[in-house]
Every structure is written in structure tokens, then in C-alpha cells.
């Protein structure tokens, strides 16, 4: 056997025997995989030599073979050591879950704080908009001071006379169709080339609506 072989099976029953757990040649593998960088062959015979040397345990399931420590090599835990044991278990377990806690928020925190704006774009950001406030109050105060404001009487003049001008528009327009239709009946042409002819320009020519009043 080599160097690089006993060492191997030296590793893996240092191992077994630290863990003092059940495991696969697969489990062993994958587990020594950064310690050891053994070859997935090398450590399934490694385990077989030690099971056949009495060094470690194997049992078959099947197809498959578990390996574990020789458990005579450990002393004889009582009952009270045993519960002592599961009792602080269940402590470990309990601590294990509390830290996991705190570590999914402050993982949720860092996400957010990641996701914030750093101190340097808050105040390149504070400066924008004081300067955006800037412009705004000083068009405000242009608004305010002013002299040439619209008074309320003035506004609904203006609205009346548009008022009147929409009205006019609307009694014209009616006239005008209502003459082009009577012209037309007796007319021997179309009404696009009777308009055309007359050198009438109608609101659609220009692409004009009459407004709501």
C-alpha cells in the first residue's frame, strides 16, 4: 500500500471515528472531498480494508453498505449522561434556531440598506430638489407679483364671447349644409366636386372641430 493509500485510510478512519455516525462510501466521499481530495475509488476501498480489519462496522441494506466506528473502542454511557446529553441537544437546537432567526433578519435589513440610498446620493439627491423648490418659489413669487392678472369679470367676458362666436359658427355651418343639400339634389355631381366648383372650404379641409360651448 502506498503512502498516499494509508494515508487515505488513516483520514477516513479518523473520521468515522470523530463523527461516530452512519455513512456511505458516497457520504465519505463527498464529505473529505475538500480535506482530502481522495478519489470516490480509493475511499470505497479504503472502507472495505478497514471493515475487513475490524477497524470499523459495516452493515448491507439492499444494495447499499453503511459504515460506522467500532463502538466497543467508546465507553458505556449511563442513562443520566444520556438525558444530560439530549436535554443539551435540545438546548443547542433551540440556541441554533434563535440565531437562525436573527441571521434571516438581519439578512432582510442588509437587503434593504443595500437597496437604500447611500449617504452621498441622499444629499446629492437633497440638493436637487432644493434647487428644483428654488425655481418653483421663484416662479411663484414672479406669479404673485405680477400686475397684468386676469380679474374675474375680465375671464367671463372672454367666456361669453366664445360663447357667442361658437353659437354663430354652429347657425352658419347649419345654413351652409342646409344650402349645399338643396343645391345638390338637383345638382348632376358629386358633393366633394360641387364644393370644389363653388371653392367651398369646409372644417374638415383644415381639420378644425367645433367646440363644446
Request: glycine fraction near 6%.
Amino acid at each position: 500500500m502506498s503512502k498516499k493509500d494509508s494515508a487515505g485510510v488513516a483520514q477516513i478512519l479518523a473520521y468515522l471515528n470523530e463523527k461516530n455516525r452512519p455513512y456511505s462510501a458516497q457520504d465519505v466521499f463527498t464529505n473529505l472531498q475538500k480535506q482530502g481530495g481522495l478519489g470516490k475509488t480509493a475511499v470505497v476501498k479504503a472502507m472495505e480494508q478497514l471493515a475487513q480489519e475490524g477497524k470499523i462496522q459495516e452493515k448491507v441494506y439492499g444494495k447499499q453498505k453503511i459504515y460506522f466506528a467500532d463502538q466497543s473502542q467508546f465507553a458505556d454511557v449511563s442513562d443520566a449522561e444520556l438525558k444530560e446529553m439530549d436535554a443539551r441537544v435540545a438546548q443547542l437546537g433551540a440556541e441554533v434556531q434563535t440565531i437562525s432567526q436573527s441571521c434571516r433578519q438581519l439578512d432582510t435589513e442588509l437587503k434593504e440598506l443595500n437597496s437604500s440610498l447611500t449617504t452621498a446620493e441622499m444629499k446629492a439627491q437633497i440638493q436637487e430638489l432644493q434647487a428644483e423648490c428654488s425655481g418653483y418659489r421663484e416662479r411663484l413669487d414672479k406669479i404673485k407679483s405680477a400686475t397684468n392678472h386676469v380679474t374675474p369679470e375680465e375671464k367671463q367676458k372672454v367666456y361669453k364671447e366664445r360663447e357667442t362666436y361658437v353659437k354663430e359658427w354652429r347657425k352658419r355651418k347649419r345654413m351652409v349644409t342646409d344650402m349645399v343639400g338643396s343645391i345638390l339634389e338637383g345638382y348632376p355631381k358629386s358633393k366633394k366636386q360641387f364644393l370644389e366648383e363653388a371653392g367651398i372650404e369646409t372644417d374638415e379641409d383644415h381639420k378644425v372641430a367645433m367646440p363644446n360651448i
